[in-house]
Nanobody, 125 residues
């Protein structure tokens, strides 16, 4: 299993935008569900967006309407476009690949592999 590499995090003000990227060096995840997760100290890692192998996206209620997940198959890269950011979006963000082509409706981490080091997103009020 190849470790994914997240990038694009940073510090923004309330209402700002960021685009996170997730690369898979030397490996293709075109046939896997992919997900974005976030975690804050003392809390469990939670899913915020996922995309099936056939590009069907899902979003948690906390980010629906503000975040957009997408895949660029040519670049073998997963993205998370984040807009209208809020302080409660502050977290370490991770991407991961599911063992299945379909993500399902669960936002847990079961079945996901390839966790990277994450990229920090900080939103100030």
């Amino acid at each position: 299993q190849v470790q994914l590499v997240e990038s694009g995090g940073g510090s923004v003000e309330f209402g700002g935008s960021l685009r996170l990227s997730c690369a898979a060096p030397g490996y293709t995840y075109n046939f896997n569900c992919m997900g974005w997760f976030r975690q804050t100290p003392g809390k469990e890692r939670e899913g915020v967006a996922s995309i099936d192998a056939d590009r069907f996206p899902r979003y948690s209620d906390s980010v629906k309407g503000r975040f957009t997940i997408s895949k660029d198959y040519a670049k073998n890269t997963l993205y998370l476009q984040m807009t209208s950011l809020k302080p409660e979006d502050t977290a370490m963000y991770y991407c991961a690949a599911h063992r299945s082509a379909y993500c399902g409706d669960s936002w847990g981490t079961r079945g996901y592999d390839g966790w990277g080091q994450g990229t920090q997103v900080t939103v100030s009020a």
